[in-house]
């Protein structure tokens, strides 16, 4: 990242959601991103739903210029992402972050990471995230402190490192990383995975910052509660396979290790020995596989 951004006209933080069918927990997850302490962002609310989402979207639309929803067929969650992405860029946003519409913002989120990303001049930062279903945890303020993980480390602690995560949603990136190819990549399950290997991949490092800042909703939908279908296997090893195959020689070693920690519950999952796969592999959607792509 250059030592002084230029000068731009448009948002500092473009703030994709994809939604479909939301509109049980949209409204907590707009009130959380509108109460934001880093006002310079637009939200971009894409919306291919049936329910009563559009009319609550539009609602925030209508009340803060911040929120923008786009209008599209619902073509699942990494076409939506892709949309917000063209949508960010023809803002000339400068940074993107990801929100999925069943979670929240801790209200320094944005403030947390494009200050840790300024301090260290760093392309990518992130956060913790935690985990509730009704009542969201009490919020700490995020240390002064980042921690930057330097290449190939940043490349490490995305496939090995549960703080960082395979999930779009706990991070902030530079627009320059950033493309709507990437983001739809013809999978729905570990789709931000590969997203995010690629992204990884071409950045300058990663800053960490020791808090959480996601909010990540359980609810009867989600997948700890229901089996993944078999084709989550098939695409979980080609996201590995994606992985092994692109990895540099320096992080060859972590990226096959990554591989071969897979391939047993896959195999107890494909001969039945287990309903789902442990939490860490249910990636889908934004790290959300109760949000699958389609219809």
Not at 11 to 28: E, T
Request: net charge negative; with cysteine.
């Amino acid at each position: 990242m250059s030592e002084t951004e230029p000068q731009f006209k448009g948002p500092a933080i473009a703030v994709v959601v994809p939604v479909h069918n939301g509109a049980a927990f949209l409204q907590q997850c707009l009130a959380s991103l509108a109460a934001q302490t880093f006002g310079d962002f637009a939200c971009l609310v894409d919306d291919g739903s049936t329910d009563e989402s559009a009319e609550l979207a539009a609602a925030w639309e209508s009340r803060d210029a911040r929120f923008v929803v786009i209008h599209q067929r619902q073509s699942g969650v990494a076409a939506a992402r892709a949309a917000g992405v063209r949508a960010g860029l023809n803002l000339n946003a400068r940074w993107f972050a990801f929100c999925d519409a069943d979670d929240c913002y801790h209200k320094q989120f944005l403030d947390a990471l494009y200050r840790a990303a300024q301090t260290t001049r760093c392309q990518i930062a992130c956060c913790r995230y935690d985990c509730f279903t009704e009542d969201i945890p009490p919020e700490s303020p995020p240390p002064s402190q980042t921690t930057v993980f330097q290449p190939p480390a940043h490349l490490d602690a995305l496939l090995h490192d549960h703080r960082v995560d395979f999930g779009l949603w706990n991070k902030l990136y530079a627009h320059e990383l950033i493309t709507a190819e990437i983001m739809d990549n013809g999978l729905a399950y570990n789709e931000d995975l590969v997203a995010n290997w690629q992204i990884f991949s071409a950045a300058d490092g990663c800053a960490y910052v020791d808090f959480a800042g996601y909010h990540y909703r359980q609810h009867a939908a989600s997948a700890s509660h229901r089996a993944l279908p078999p084709e989550s296997i098939d695409q979980q090893r080609q996201a590995a396979v994606f992985i092994r195959e692109h990895a540099s020689p320096a992080i060859q070693q972590s990226a096959n290790a990554f591989y071969y920690e897979k391939l047993p519950c896959q195999h107890d999952f494909a001969a039945g020995r287990c309903r789902r796969l442990p939490r860490a592999d249910q990636r889908a959607g934004g790290g959300h596989p109760r949000r699958a792509a389609g219809p």
